[in-house]
């Protein structure tokens, strides 16, 4: 009899070292996995901050909010479930999505940085506030919301495939399990992140008018200090978009059998790990990220140089470049 209990307690033993493993396995794969959608992640931070410009204080956080639980319904009930079929039944659209995905993200950064040299950005309208727009400042918030949700609803999908694409050898369970955990992560970092962004001005207000000098001062540097931070952002966010973009780009090539540009990159990233051997990791890395930042300013560009062509022929925009991205001035 104790013989059995101790041979069930063994099998609990071992049942509950291979669920913990399992667990540590999905969490690392979705590390990786949300590593890959960097780029997406950072930019998006960037942007959202400014659906809230010039909104009444007490709105800020209900509309960052609505924006939030749009992006998880994005996430987790339209593009889950494509994703997961996609993957099960059709893994070979899977680069050709994926590339389309970091074109997308070329084009956006280099449509940026086009933006801040010509001036020719576009800003994104603001919430009218209550009665301004004769039809309540809510009608005004609830388009400007649904225009939120729906442009995030391409960068989550560029975030979901790009983190499907890191763990497709999974079994089916496990990749659904490290999508959801991917997808309400990386929407609790970057909303919770934009709300305290958004906040650092009320903040800063409020301290600068206290009594304390040492409050005020630090409250004064608060405010200064938020237009500087949302132009770093701003300008990581390309850098990282342009980076993952191209090397989304350089790997879809080489899957899709055209090899040249990998291998150039490949060799030149262990030509430069071997001439540093001491930290040869690192440098073999920032080597492969600067050349498929490259790759991806060129592959952005373009397709910013189509679009703008086919503009001037038909006469459309008058040769001006238009943008979602509202911080893009805000680069140079």
């Not at 993200?105 to 506030?129: D, M, Q, R, T, Y």
């Not at 309540?136 to 960068?155: C, H, N, P, Q």
């Not at 492969?288 to 952005?300: H, P």
Request: one cysteine or more; proline letters at 4%.
């Amino acid at each position: 009899m104790s013989g059995g209990l101790i041979a069930l307690l063994d099998d609990v033993a071992a049942l509950a070292r291979a669920s913990a493993a399992s667990i540590d396995d999905i969490g690392a794969a979705a590390g990786r996995a949300s590593v890959k959608a960097a780029g997406v992640v950072v930019d998006d931070t960037a942007v959202t901050p400014q659906y809230v410009r010039d909104v009444d204080p007490q709105r800020e956080l209900p509309i960052i909010w609505r924006i939030a639980k749009g992006s998880l319904f994005n996430k987790l009930v339209i593009i889950l479930p494509i994703a997961l079929l996609l993957s099960q039944f059709a893994p070979w659209a899977l680069t050709p999505i994926l590339m389309l995905g970091g074109t997308y993200l070329c084009f956006e950064g280099a449509e940026k940085i086009w933006g801040a040299i010509s001036g020719h950005s576009k800003h994104i309208e603001p919430v009218v506030e209550a009665g301004d727009d004769g039809k309540g400042g809510k009608s005004a918030e609830d388009k400007m919301v649904g225009g939120a949700i729906r442009t995030d609803l391409i960068l989550s999908a560029e975030i979901m495939v790009i983190s499907l694409n890191e763990v497709a050898a999974e079994p089916i369970l496990n990749r659904a399990i490290i999508l959801v955990v991917v997808g309400i992560g990386i929407t609790i970092l970057v909303y919770g992140v934009v709300a305290a962004l958004i906040r650092m001005d009320d903040v800063g207000l409020k301290l600068a008018g206290r009594e304390s000098a040492a409050a005020q001062k630090f409250g004064g540097f608060l405010v200064a200090a938020m237009p500087k931070v949302l132009q770093v952002i701003s300008v990581v966010g390309t850098v990282a978009m342009l980076w993952v973009g191209g090397h989304i780009i350089l790997v879809g090539l080489y899957e899709l059998g055209w090899h040249p540009i990998y291998d150039f990159v490949h060799h030149a990233a262990e030509a430069a790990a071997h001439a540093v051997p001491v930290l040869a990791s690192v440098v073999a890395w920032i080597v492969n990220t600067f050349f498929s930042a490259v790759l991806g300013l060129v592959w952005g560009a373009a397709v910013v140089l189509v679009i703008e062509g086919t503009k001037a022929l038909t006469g459309r925009g008058k040769g001006k470049l238009t943008t979602r991205h509202p911080s893009a001035e805000n680069m140079v």
